[in-house]
C-alpha cells in the first residue's frame, strides 16, 4: 500500500506547528506585560513553523511535563531547552544541539558560599527534572553531606533562595543574571561559573519520526549559517557571542 | 367487592398469614381485632399490593391484585388505605398533600384537585388548615388530614390500619368521629382497631385474628356477646 | 490491543523505593492528624471560652482552613511563613500544612458533636466535685471523640491524599515525591502512576478497616 | 510588598483564571451531580450486594489523590489509547466522575433518610416509582442531601487548583505566570488565597444556613 | 446544717427564687414540693453552687457557698445531687462512672475507689452491674447507678430532684426505695418530689413552693392532713 503518512506530512498537512515551550525560564521562555508568550524557544518556535510554511502554537508546558506532552500527541515538538541525555533517548528522540547553556553557581548572600566546592554540606536545590538538578543532584550525593530539594518551577527556587531556605542553586547563566538583575530576589547573587559540561539542549519530537528529526537537524543549521541563532540569541540574552553548538573532536 | 381466597404469606421462616378466606361485599363496614403480630397489618398491606402474597389470591371488583397483567397504580385508587405511623408529606401543605396524587395519578387539572381537596378537607373539619404545613397539625388532625387525602381519590374501599393508636387519648374521639360519619355514608371499609367499643358500635361484622388465622367472624353483638373461640374469650377478658 | 509499549518490568523495579515513600507518606499522615487533633481541640476550647479574641483566632483559622485549597496551605507555610525568616523544611513545611488543615476541619466537627452531647453530663460532673477541666476532659471529651470519630476516620483519609502535594514545597521522600521523581528519569508516567495508585488505595482502605477495628473495640458503649 | 508591578490588566488574567476555575467546577459538579443522582439512586434500588461493582469502582475515586488521578487519566487517554483531548476535558472528565463519587453516597444517604411510611403513603395512593421519587422522595432528600453537596461543590472547587498538571490555566496555574513573571510570590498568591476565599466563604455560610433551619423542623 | 438566707434569684426579667428562709439540720429529711416552675430545681442548684445567687446567703456547715474565697469543688463533695434527667457517663462502665470523681477530686487511688464503688453499687442493689455499659441499664438502674455515685464521694447532705419522674410507673418503687433506705441509715437529704405518698412516709418537714415563694413548711402530717396556704389546698386536691 501506500508508505503511511508520518509526523512531518501531518504538520504540513494541518497547517499548525504545536510546540511545548516552557514559559517560566526567561529569557527562553516567559509572558510580557499582556501575559503573551515571548522569548528564545517561541521565536525559535515561529522560525520553525515558517520554514514548514505552517502557522506555530505555543503550548505552555512545565519542565517536568515536556516530554509526557509529547508523548501524549498534544504536541509536535518540544522548544523547551531539553537537555540532551541518554536516559531520554531511549524515549525520545533528539536533535542536534540548537543551544547552549552555562551553568553559574547561584547563592544567597548569608550562606557565604563563594565557589561550587562551597556548596559541599549546604542545602541546594533546582527546577525538578532539568539537567542542572539532575547534576546537582549528583553532586550532594556524591559528597555524601547536605541536602537537595527540587522545586516545580524556577520562580520557586529563587523565592527559596531569596529567602533563606536555600543556600545555593546551579542555573543557567542566563536565567541567573536575569533574576539577580530583577532586583526581586534580594540578598541573592552569583559566585562563579558552575564546573559542569555545557548544557547542550535540542529539539525533541517522537524517537521513530526520522522525517521530521532530519528537517529540524538541518532547520537548525541553517539557523547558524544564516546568522539568525547570533540575532536572536542578541536579542534574548544579550551582546557577546553564542555559545558554540559544535564539539570538538567529534560528528553529531 | 373484596375476596381473599386461601391467601398464605410468610416473611422469612416466618408465617404470617396461614390461609385467609374472608369476602367482603360493597357497603360492609368489616372490623378486625386481634393480638400484635397476628398478621391484620400484613393483611391490609396485600390488598392494596403493597405486599406480594406466597399463594392463594385477593380479587378487587373481580380484578386479581397480585396477576401480572394489573395495574397496580390504577387499581391502588380505588383502595384508600390510612396507617397508624402518620405519614403527611411535610414538604406539601395540608391541601397539596390532597392535591399531589389527584393531580399526579387522576390527571386533574389543578382547579379540579383543589377543589376536591377542600371539598374532603371541609368533609373531615379541616377547611381551615388548607394553607398549613402539616408539622403544624396535631396527631389528630394529621390522620384526618390522611384520611381526606385517600377520600380525594374517590375510592370504592377504605382501609384503616390502627389510625388511632398513635394518638394521645383526648385526640382518638375526633378522629373515630370521622370513622364514623363515614360508615355512616355508606362506605366499603375494613378497619383494623383496638377500639372494642368502636368495633361494637360501627360494624357490620368483626373479624378476630390470631397468630396468621382469622379464627372468628361474627356480626358485633355476637363476637363480642358470645365469643366462641377459647383464644378470642382470652383477648376480650384482656382488653375489658 | 493498546499501541503503547507498557514497560511494567521497569516500573516495577522502583517498587522498594515507591514503598519507602509510601512509609513517609503514611508517617506524615498520622503525625499530622495527632498535630490536628490537638490544635483542633484547642480552637473548640477557644470557641467555646467565651473569650472574643481567641474564639476569633479560632474562627478564622478554621475558615482559612476550610475554604482555601490544601496546596496552597501547603506553600504557605513553606513560603508565607519564609517570607519572614522561619525556615521549614519540605518535609515539616508538608506536614505542618496537613495539620493546619485537618485541624480547621476536625474543630469544626469537635463543635457539631460537642452539641450532641447534653449539657447535664457536664452539669453531673461538676455537682460531683470535678473542676470545669476535669469535667471537660473525663466527661465530655471522650463522647466528643467518639461522635466524632467517623469524620476524624475520613480526615485521616484526605490526610494520606494530601500528602500527594508535597511536590510544591520540594518534597521528594514521601510516595508521590518519589514517583515524580522516577518518573522525571524514565517518563513511564503511566505504569510508574498506576503503582502509585494502587499503594494509595491500599492505604487508604487499610485506613478504613482498622478504624472500624478500633471503633468496636474502644467504644464498647 | 504594597509597591507593586501588578497592573489592572493582570488582574483581570488573574480573574480569567477564577473564571477557568468556576467554569471546570461548573461542568464537574454539575454531570458529577447528574451522575452522581443516577448512582446514588441505582446503589439504592439494587441494595449493597449487587451494586458492589459500582461502589467499588467510585470508591477508587475517593480512595487516591486527585493528583494521581489526573496524571494517570491523562496518561492513559493520551499516552496509552492515544486519544486527542485537550488537558480541560480531561481535568472535566476527571473531576466529574471525582464529584459524583462523593455525591452517590450523599444521595443515597439523603433517600434512605425519607421515613419508609411515606413513601408507602404515596405508593398507596396510586403513584408509580417514579412519581414517588420525584414528588416525594427527591425534595425531602435534598432537603439533607443539600447541605453536604454544598459543602461537595466548594471541595471540588478547591480540588480544582490541581487541574494545573494537565495545563489547564486556572487560578493557581495563572498566579503561578505572574508570579514567574512579576516575582512577587507572597502578595500574589494573598490575592489568590483570597480569590478563592471570596468564592467558598459565602457558598459555605449559606449551606451552614440551610443545615441549621432545616434541621429544626 | 444547711441554710438558706432570704436568697433571691432571676433568670433575666425573671424571678425564679423571691426570698427563701431556711435550715436543714443534720439528719433531716426535707421534701419539697410544689408546682412546675416554682423554682425548687433551681434552689437545688443553687445550694451546690452550680448556679450563682442574686442575693441573699446559703451556708453549708457554716461555709457561705457563694462567697469568692470558697473552693467549690471541695464543697461539692459535701453535698451529693442526683437530677431528674438521667446523667450517667455513658463511655464508662457502671463501676468506672462512680471511680472517676473518687479518683479525680477525691484522689482515691484506683483500687480505694474501685472497693469504695462496688461498695456502693452493691448497697444501691447494682452489685451485679459493675462491668456493664449505663446505656445497658433501665432507667431506674441508671438514677440508682447515679445516687451510688454520689454516695461514693461520702458526702453529708444527699439533694434529689424528681429522680422518678422521668421514669416508667414500674421502676419509679426501685429507686423510691433506695431513697427510704437511705433515709433509714440517717442521711441528711431534701428530695424534690412529686410522689405524695412517699413524701408522707419518709419526710420530717415537707415544704411546698410556689412560684418562687416557700409558702408552707410543716412536718408532714401537719401540712397534708391540716394545709393552711390556699394555693397548697389547690395543689393537693389537684394530685389526689
Ligand atoms: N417487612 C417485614 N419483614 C419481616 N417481618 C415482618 C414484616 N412486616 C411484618 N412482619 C412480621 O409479621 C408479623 C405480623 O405483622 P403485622 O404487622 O401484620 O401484625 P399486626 O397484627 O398488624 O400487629 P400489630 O397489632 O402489632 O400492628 C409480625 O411478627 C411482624 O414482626
Ligand atoms: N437556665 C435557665 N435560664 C432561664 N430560665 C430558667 C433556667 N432554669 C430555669 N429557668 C426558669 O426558672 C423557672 C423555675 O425553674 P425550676 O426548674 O427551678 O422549676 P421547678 O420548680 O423545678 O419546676 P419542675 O417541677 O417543672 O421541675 C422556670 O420558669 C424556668 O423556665
Ligand atoms: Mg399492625
Ligand atoms: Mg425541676
Given at each position: ?33 499582556d ?65 547552549a ?8 548572600e548569608?550562606?557565604g ?14 527546577t525538578a527534572?532539568?539537567y ?11 559528597w ?88 536572536l ?20 | ?6 391467601v ?42 403493597l405486599?406480594p ?18 395495574n ?12 397508624q ?17 389527584q ?30 404545613y ?10 384526618r ?58 360494624s357490620?361484622r ?28 382470652k ?6 | ?9 521497569q ?8 514503598l519507602?515513600?509510601?512509609?513517609v ?69 508538608l ?32 455537682s ?31 490526610a494520606?491524599?494530601m ?13 508521590f ?39 468496636s ?5 | ?44 434500588q ?92 427527591m ?10 453537596w ?6 471540588v ?25 512579576l ?6 498568591l ?28
Amino acid at each position: 500500500g501506500p508508505a503511511a503518512a508520518d509526523k512531518l506530512d501531518d504538520i504540513i498537512g494541518a497547517g499548525t506547528l504545536r510546540c511545548a515551550v516552557v514559559l517560566d525560564f526567561p529569557p527562553m521562555g516567559s509572558r510580557d506585560a499582556d501575559n503573551n508568550p515571548v522569548g528564545f524557544d517561541v521565536d525559535y518556535c515561529n522560525d520553525l513553523a515558517a520554514a514548514l510554511g505552517v502557522t506555530a502554537e505555543i503550548v505552555e508546558t512545565a519542565f517536568p511535563e515536556r516530554i509526557p506532552s509529547l508523548m501524549s500527541g498534544a504536541v509536535d515538538v518540544v522548544v523547551g531547552s531539553t537537555s540532551d541525555t541518554l536516559e531520554r533517548a531511549k524515549t525520545v528522540g533528539m536533535t542536534m544541539p540548537y543551544y547552549a547553556f552555562e551553568n553559574a553557581v547561584v547563592v544567597g548572600e548569608k550562606s557565604g558560599i563563594t565557589d561550587e566546592a562551597g556548596m559541599k554540606g549546604k542545602v541546594v536545590g533546582a527546577t525538578a527534572g532539568t539537567y542542572e538538578a539532575i547534576w546537582l543532584e549528583g553532586k550532594v550525593k556524591e559528597w555524601g553531606a547536605g541536602e537537595f530539594r527540587p522545586y516545580q518551577n524556577q520562580a520557586d527556587v529563587f523565592l527559596a533562595l531569596s529567602q533563606g531556605q536555600l543556600d545555593a542553586t546551579v542555573s543557567t547563566m542566563e536565567v541567573a543574571q536575569a533574576n539577580v538583575k530583577t532586583g526581586n530576589f534580594p540578598g541573592i547573587s552569583i559566585v562563579a561559573k558552575a564546573d559542569m559540561v555545557p548544557d547542550y539542549v535540542a529539539l525533541v519530537t517522537l524517537r521513530e519520526e526520522y522525517g521530521l528529526l532530519n528537517f529540524m537537524n538541518l532547520f537548525i543549521n541553517q539557523q547558524v549559517r544564516t546568522g539568525r541563532y547570533a540575532e536572536l540569541y542578541t536579542k534574548w540574552v544579550g551582546e557577546g557571542e553564542p555559545a558554540n553548538l559544535t564539539i570538538p573532536g567529534v560528528y553529531r | 367487592m373484596i375476596e381473599i381466597e386461601n391467601v398464605r404469606k410468610s416473611f422469612g421462616p416466618l408465617e404470617v398469614l396461614k390461609g385467609i378466606n374472608l369476602t367482603v361485599p360493597k357497603g360492609e363496614v368489616l372490623t378486625i381485632i386481634g393480638g400484635s403480630g397476628s398478621g391484620k397489618s400484613t393483611l391490609l398491606t396485600c390488598i392494596n399490593g403493597l405486599e406480594p402474597i406466597d399463594s392463594g389470591r385477593i380479587l378487587v371488583d373481580g380484578t386479581e391484585v397480585h396477576a401480572r397483567s394489573t395495574n397496580l397504580n390504577s387499581l391502588r385508587q380505588k383502595i384508600g388505605i390510612v396507617f397508624q405511623q402518620w405519614n403527611a408529606f411535610p414538604h406539601l401543605t395540608v391541601q397539596q398533600n390532597v392535591m399531589l396524587a389527584q393531580q399526579k395519578v387522576l390527571k386533574r387539572s389543578k382547579a379540579e384537585a383543589a377543589a376536591e381537596a377542600e371539598k374532603q378537607l371541609k368533609h373531615v373539619g379541616l377547611g381551615e388548615k388548607l394553607d398549613v404545613y402539616p408539622t403544624r397539625l396535631s396527631g389528630g388532625q394529621q390522620q384526618r388530614m390522611a384520611i381526606a387525602r385517600a377520600l380525594a381519590m374517590n375510592p370504592t374501599y377504605m382501609l384503616f390500619d390502627e389510625v388511632t393508636s398513635a394518638l394521645d387519648p383526648q385526640l382518638v374521639g375526633e378522629v373515630l368521629d370521622t370513622l364514623r360519619m363515614l360508615a355512616s355514608e355508606g362506605m366499603t371499609m375494613i378497619c383494623v382497631t383496638h377500639e372494642m367499643k368502636f368495633a361494637r358500635e360501627v360494624s357490620d361484622r368483626v373479624a378476630f385474628f390470631h397468630k396468621g388465622v382469622m379464627a372468628e367472624i361474627a356480626p358485633p353483638e355476637a363476637l363480642f356477646g358470645a365469643p366462641k373461640d377459647p383464644e378470642l374469650q382470652k383477648f376480650l377478658a384482656a382488653t375489658h | 490491543m493498546f499501541n503503547y509499549n507498557f514497560r511494567w518490568n521497569q516500573a516495577l523495579a522502583s517498587l522498594p523505593q515507591m514503598l519507602e515513600g509510601a512509609l513517609v507518606t503514611i508517617q506524615i499522615a498520622l503525625l499530622s492528624m495527632a498535630i490536628g487533633i490537638g490544635i483542633a481541640i484547642i480552637l473548640t476550647v477557644f470557641r467555646l471560652s467565651g473569650n472574643k479574641l481567641l474564639a476569633a483566632i479560632a474562627t478564622s483559622w478554621v475558615e482559612i482552613a476550610r475554604n482555601t485549597p490544601a496546596l496552597f496551605q501547603i506553600y504557605m507555610v513553606h513560603f508565607g511563613l519564609g517570607g519572614f525568616g522561619i525556615h521549614i523544611s519540605p518535609y515539616f513545611s508538608l506536614l505542618f500544612g496537613i495539620a493546619f488543615n485537618n485541624a480547621g476541619y476536625l474543630a469544626e466537627n469537635f463543635r457539631g458533636a460537642l452539641k450532641a452531647i447534653p449539657e447535664t453530663q457536664t452539669r453531673a460532673a461538676r455537682s460531683l466535685g470535678m473542676s470545669a477541666g476535669q469535667a471537660f476532659g473525663h466527661v465530655v471529651m471522650p463522647q466528643m471523640l467518639r461522635i466524632a470519630f467517623l469524620p476524624m476516620t475520613n480526615q485521616m483519609v484526605w490526610a494520606i491524599l494530601m500528602t500527594s502535594l508535597g511536590a510544591v514545597v520540594a518534597m521528594t521522600t514521601d510516595l508521590f515525591g518519589v514517583t515524580s521523581h522516577l518518573n522525571s528519569i524514565s517518563f513511564r508516567t503511566f505504569e510508574l502512576f498506576a503503582i502509585a495508585a494502587v499503594i494509595f488505595y491500599v492505604i487508604t482502605k487499610a485506613i478504613t478497616l482498622s478504624a472500624r477495628l478500633v471503633a468496636s473495640r474502644l467504644f464498647r458503649y | 510588598m504594597f509597591e507593586t508591578a501588578l497592573t489592572t490588566n493582570d488582574l483581570l488574567f488573574l480573574a480569567r483564571g477564577a473564571g477557568m476555575t468556576l467554569l471546570v467546577t461548573a461542568i464537574a459538579v454539575g454531570i458529577g451531580t447528574i451522575l452522581g443522582i443516577i448512582f446514588g439512586v441505582v446503589r439504592y434500588q439494587l441494595g449493597a450486594i449487587w451494586s458492589a461493582p459500582l461502589t467499588f469502582f467510585l470508591d477508587i475515586f475517593r480512595s487516591i489523590p486527585l493528583l494521581i488521578q489526573l496524571v494517570l487519566a491523562n496518561a492513559f487517554i493520551t499516552a496509552v489509547l492515544k486519544i486527542k483531548v485537550s488537558g480541560f476535558t480531561v481535568a472535566c472528565g476527571v473531576l466529574a466522575l471525582y464529584t459524583a463519587a462523593y455525591c452517590c453516597e450523599i444521595v443515597r444517604g439523603g433517600i434512605e433518610a425519607v421515613p419508609a411510611n411515606l413513601r408507602r403513603a404515596s405508593r398507596s395512593l396510586g403513584m408509580s416509582w417514579g412519581q414517588d421519587m420525584w414528588n416525594i422522595v427527591m425534595p425531602l432528600a435534598t432537603r439533607v442531601a443539600l447541605p453536604s453537596w454544598i459543602g461537595l461543590a466548594l471541595g471540588v472547587m478547591k480540588d480544582s487548583a490541581l487541574v494545573y498538571i494537565v495545563q489547564v490555566p486556572e487560578l493557581l496555574k495563572n498566579t503561578q505566570t505572574l508570579i514567574t513573571r512579576l516575582q512577587e510570590p507572597l502578595f500574589l498568591l494573598i490575592i489568590c488565597g483570597l480569590f478563592y476565599f471570596l468564592i467558598s466563604f459565602p457558598i459555605a455560610r449559606f449551606g451552614g444556613y440551610l443545615e441549621k433551619r432545616w434541621s429544626n423542623d
